[in-house]
């Protein structure tokens, strides 16, 4: 290869935890990998000087909505794209809760072409654990594992039937892929909207107790000491799923688990003003919860940040707040989301909230990602930690503008964008 055809990186503040380092380096890229990391005095056809930055693996989100198929007018898998690179991340996992479902293999191999056909992010795919992901039959798992479905979630939905649930780990422990979970029993009433407790007493809406996630949680933790399958609990947010998590990694079980931004940040106090760009499922809950999420993050315990991207039309966002929809759109502005609600406060330094976002996830799905080693695809994330900056959801890639974080003034913010040795994203 020509030296023109290289990507030299200099001067960087080298961040790859899954090998342990966290040093001031230069990294070539050739051939779409990773040739060297070090002192390098080789020339290259396009050379980035990157003092004062951070040069990370790509980040890795593994829970989006990208709304296609089916309700494209809130985001496509172009658009979608576009925004995770724009936000630092190179790989991410679509969830099936589309309109139809990804539920079987003709639907695994549509996602993967648009998302080649956009070439901007990989795209990953969790199916569908059930037909139509109404928890009645399950789907064809054996012929989207073949496709390439990374896992199987029916996300949006709790998978009620507790035999059901049980087959679906023991298909998946055939192919060797994850089983996630949205927990939600919905033996306590699907009406809610916000959390239960106080504030959803006063606003006279009806609540979502966190018994709710906490005893599907429970359940399948039961289940996966029978089946002894990959499990992976999706955007747990109270005190009491910490509990669970805590004692089931304590056992050794291949238990893991997510949080999102608005879980680390926002309380149930937010929703006072009837604001639906607060309105997610699970809800915000409290200052308690929050403390319990990020002391599990500060253990060990969580192996996962996703955002949980969830783009909604502003039409639909105006609906009283019963009718709204359920979700908040953060895929650009997530790190920085990240640096406010963790690295601040000393919950854990920059390569520690790295980790959550590169090497761990990739671990979760079993994709062999999330690494600056010699010879691995060249996906690398150049980040300003230091830049300052006012969150302005009128500027975002993303068809999606239900953002709570509006006007907020936050840092830390992703400079370059490198998928496949090809910069994909560049904010000069």
Not at 127 to 150: D, N, P, W
Not at 244 to 264: D, F, N, Q, S, W
Not at 373 to 391: H, K, W
Request: with cysteine; glycine share 10%.
């Amino acid at each position: 290869m020509s030296q023109t055809d290289k990507i030299l990186i200099k001067n960087g503040r080298v961040i790859d935890p899954a090998n342990n380092v966290d040093e001031k380096a230069d990294v070539l890229v050739a051939g779409g990998r990773i040739e060297q990391v070090g002192s390098i005095k080789e020339e290259a056809g396009k050379i980035i000087d990157a003092a004062g930055m951070l040069v990370v693996p790509g980040l890795i989100d593994l829970h989006v909505h990208f709304r296609e198929p089916g309700d494209e007018e809130e985001e496509t898998i172009a658009s979608g794209s576009a925004a995770a690179v724009a936000g630092g991340f190179t790989s991410v996992v679509c969830m099936p809760n589309t309109d139809p479902a990804i539920d079987d293999q003709p639907s695994v191999e549509f996602v993967h072409r648009m998302g080649r056909q956009a070439r901007k992010t990989f795209i990953y795919v969790m199916g569908a654990i059930t037909k139509a992901r109404q928890g009645v039959e399950l789907a064809e798992m054996g012929l989207m594992a073949r496709a390439g479905a990374v896992g199987f979630t029916d996300d949006g939905a709790g998978l009620q039937d507790t035999a059901l649930m049980l087959r679906a780990l023991k298909y998946a422990s055939m192919f060797d892929v994850v089983i996630a979970q949205h927990c939600q029993d919905d033996s306590f009433g699907t009406a809610g909207v916000m959390n239960s407790g106080y504030n959803c007493t006063i606003l006279g809406l009806p609540g979502i107790d966190p018994l709710i996630e906490e005893m599907m949680l429970w359940r399948d933790v039961q289940l996966v000491k029978r089946a002894n399958v990959r499990y992976h609990a999706q955007h747990i947010s109270t005190a009491g799923s910490v509990e669970i998590i805590a004692e089931a990694k304590k056992k050794g079980l291949p238990v893991t688990c997510e949080v999102t931004p608005h879980h680390l940040l926002l309380t149930d106090d937010a929703i006072l003003d009837y604001d639906t760009n607060f309105k997610v499922n699970p809800p915000l809950r409290t200052a308690k919860d929050i403390e319990a999420l990020k002391q599990a993050i500060k253990d060990g315990l969580v192996d996962a940040l996703v955002t949980d991207h969830a783009p909604h039309l502003q039409s639909e966002k105006e609906l009283e707040f019963l009718s709204a929809p359920f979700g908040i759109a953060s895929l650009e502005c997530a790190l920085s989301l990240y640096v406010k609600a963790l690295i601040e406060p000393g919950v854990v330094d920059w390569s520690g909230l790295i980790s959550l976002l590169t090497c761990r996830p990739a671990g979760v799905i079993g994709i062999d990602k999330g690494t600056l080693s010699e010879g691995a695809q060249a996906d690398i994330t150049i980040i300003d930690p230091d830049a300052e900056y006012t969150i302005d959801r009128e500027t975002f890639v993303s068809k999606g503008r239900n953002c709570p974080y509006h006007g907020w003034d936050v840092k830390g913010r992703v400079e370059t964008t490198i998928v496949g040795g090809e910069i994909r994203f560049s904010r000069g």
